[in-house]
């Protein structure tokens, strides 16, 4: 059998994870995706099909602060996630990991995120 890619590896979790969260009008999903530079994350209506929230250390408000894909961007991705979400009354979340592992950055964003009131 042959070895699987990093890549597939990865896409093969997330669809395991994707088969049990999914994100309703009621209780949305924060889906998180990280890169070798950046973080994301989205709050996402499955049902409707619609990203309610976004952040990401992309935006100009984060990129002046050189957030980047590390602990520290991805604690500031979760705070501007949470407070959004709070402007849009957004109160609970599923999460979803993307496939990644629940540590570090992931962590940190998800952590975060509670502190700043979401709940998971």
């Known amino acids: 059998m042959a070895k699987l890619s990093r ?31 950046h973080v994301h994350a989205q709050i996402i209506d499955d049902v409707a099909g619609v990203t309610l929230v976004s952040a990401s250390t992309v935006e100009p408000t984060l990129r002046e602060k050189k957030a980047g894909s590390n602990v520290a961007g991805a604690e500031q991705v979760g705070e501007l996630l949470a407070q959004r979400a709070q402007e849009k009354g957004i109160k609970s979340v599923v999460f979803d990991r993307g496939g990644y592992p629940y540590h570090g950055v992931v962590a940190a964003l998800a952590e975060a995120a509670r502190k700043n009131g979401l709940e998971f």
Request: glycine share 4%.
């Open 7 to 37: 890549k597939k590896r990865l896409s093969e979790r997330h669809k395991r994870v994707r088969n049990k969260v999914v994100g309703t009008s009621e209780r949305s999903r924060l889906c998180v995706y990280k890169s070798l530079r």
